[in-house]
Nanobody, 115 residues
């Protein structure tokens, strides 16, 4: 059984930082394309950051320069380091594993940026 478990969300003030984790069981994350998505209330889910099995990364324009995606294969975990957080970053953040058109999703972790 495949499980992706996100953690690390919470309430943070504008300008603050959080690090999200996505830990997998049942699959080897290093062989998957891993993507962080987010969904704000009343909005469509949008992709935030992606890391390929080869380690290439890409970011949505709205988070470029503030967020960093990384992977530690030994821990079977993908991270999203989020700095300089803004209120518009408030959303539920999900991780997604994709390989050969097979997708797995985590349950999401809430990030709230507010003073």
């Amino acid at each position: 059984q495949v499980q992706l478990v996100e953690s690390g969300g919470g309430l943070v003030q504008p300008g603050g930082s959080l690090r999200l984790s996505c830990t997998a069981s049942g699959i080897i994350l290093g062989s998957y394309v891993m993507t962080w998505y987010r969904q704000a209330p009343g909005k469509q889910r949008e992709w935030v950051a992606i890391i390929t099995s080869g380690g290439a990364t890409n970011y949505a324009e709205s988070v470029k320069g503030r967020f960093t995606i990384s992977r530690v294969n030994a821990k079977n975990t993908v991270y999203l380091q989020m700095n300089s957080l803004k209120p518009e970053d408030t959303a539920v953040y999900y991780c997604n594993a994709n390989r050969d058109r097979v997708y797995y999703w985590g349950q999401g972790t809430q990030v709230t940026v507010s003073s």
